[in-house]
């Protein structure tokens, strides 16, 4: 995660892109969901600064379906861990502060939630639609 965010730090702030509007995809939410009921966030030394909840899954009711308080726990965990990355790759160097000019997209997915690809995908062809008509002056 630590390189992943570097890379994009690098990527949103080149000279290249600039301008040109970014899509961010943070992908595998399942996978994350599943690590957050293993172990929490700030136990990682890069991620100690998080303050969110964290929640562990008992392993002697792993595989058993949660009551309301602890679905209700487990989602607010989920919410503000991902809000949590989402502000670590928007986040940018004092040093870049004033480097990107551009809006940047974030969408949380999950690859085999195909209604969620679908309305992302539509998103993005939005975006880009957009984009093209501004640049050549059919939109305002």
């Known amino acids: 995660m630590v390189e992943a965010i570097e890379i994009f730090r690098e990527h949103s702030t080149s ?9 961010l995809f943070l992908n595998k939410s399942d996978l994350f969901e599943h690590k957050l009921g293993k ?3 700030s136990s990682v030394e890069e991620w100690d600064d998080y303050q ?18 602890l679905q209700l726990q487990q ?26 000019s551009s809006d940047v997209y974030t969408h949380v997915t ?3 939630n195909t209604d969620n690809v679908r309305k992302i995908f539509d998103v ?6 957009k984009g093209s008509l501004i640049d050549s002056g059919f939109y305002a």
């Open 15 to 23: 000279s290249w892109f600039k301008t040109s509007a970014l899509i």
């Open 39 to 41: 172990k929490p966030i």
């Open 52 to 69: 969110g909840p964290d929640y562990v899954v008992n392993p002697l009711t792993d595989g058993q379906a949660p009551d309301a308080e």
């Open 75 to 100: 989602q607010e965990a989920f919410d503000q861990g991902k809000n949590y990355f989402l502000k670590k790759f928007l986040e940018l160097p004092d040093d870049k502060q004033t480097e990107r």
């Open 110 to 112: 999950c690859a085999t």
């Open 124 to 129: 993005c062809k939005d975006v880009i639609l």
